[in-house]
């Protein structure tokens, strides 16, 4: 059954007679037609699905090929969903409760029928992964893998974090990257303490921890993956820090297996970490869902996620840290794929602490 079907089949227990699809991430993965801008909207009915869009993307509908997906060309993208519901007697319209207020306005004032909010609907049908979805992210996280390599390859004290930053951007995108899914974060020395650091002008140096979090779309879905190494001899609590962060991490995807509560699964990790000594220095979720966004369902999972409950050809992240103030911090990431079994990892860069120059 296609994605379209599938959505098709909800409407009569949804109490909808259509649904409107505005994000740009769920119309390309009900049609595998991307609006690039978010320019126009795709109207699901109990018959086809609608793309509704202006001039500049006529040429490239016209080359698309699809038995379920019809357009529409027009500039008035919500008045023509309102006429097309009106000649279909389409009397209630579900539509997506991330749309922005002047979005619901302007449906609220145009629309005749009834227009009725779901919240993740589409969301949740990405989840579990098919299996061509998950052939595209294990050759994202196979490019991921390899631009750790690349970085080890040319990082050297003195080396600034925007610069390592540019230089790995570049290099992904001459491998067939279409463009980071977030910021690339490069954090040596103290501002690796910041699990969310930005690239900064900082030079790296000798002595430094650096943590290298980033992710890139390859074929429209994205990896997300997290190293850190040393550039030469580091404080010695960071050593022991890092082999905490590792068994963590291992842990964690030791117990990631089908039916494990989001809860669970966090404190396996969460709870080594606290016997260490370090629960107050692990202050973020253990992880969370990845497909064509770098962040979707489940979220995330942590303590208190008891409705998250893992599902075969979920893809998520592993990522615990450690971050200590005014010394550094750690954090080790993966992307796995979870099954009846064990997990696929398929992030396959080392996981060992690695010293450059050393």
Known sequence: MSRISKLQKKFEQ?????????????IYYLTGFNLLQGDGCL??????AIIITDERYQLALEEFESDEVVATISRDYYGAVNKICEGLDLRV????????YYLFDVLDELMTSDIVPFHHLI???????DSTEISKLRAAAELQSAGYDYVLSIVHPGITERELAIKLDYWMKMQGASGPSFPTIVASGVNSAKPHATASSKPIADGDVVTLDFGYYLDGYTADMTRTFAVGSIDPELRDVYKIV???RQLVIDHAKVGTHGNELDAYGRALIEE?????????GMGHGIGLAVHELPATYAPGTTRVKLKNNEVITVEPGIYIPQIGGVRIEDDIIVTHGDAEVITTAPTELIIVGD
């Open 276 to 284: 260490a000594g370090y629960g107050d220095e692990f202050n973020h």
């Open 93 to 100: 319209l579900g539509y997506e409760d991330t749309i922005p």
């Open 246 to 248: 590792n068994e963590a």
């Open 43 to 48: 109207l699901v009915t109990p018959q086809n």
């Open 14 to 26: 949804l109490y909808i007679d259509a649904f409107l699809v505005t994000d740009q991430r769920n």
């Open 123 to 129: 969301e949740k049908m990405r989840l579990v992964k």
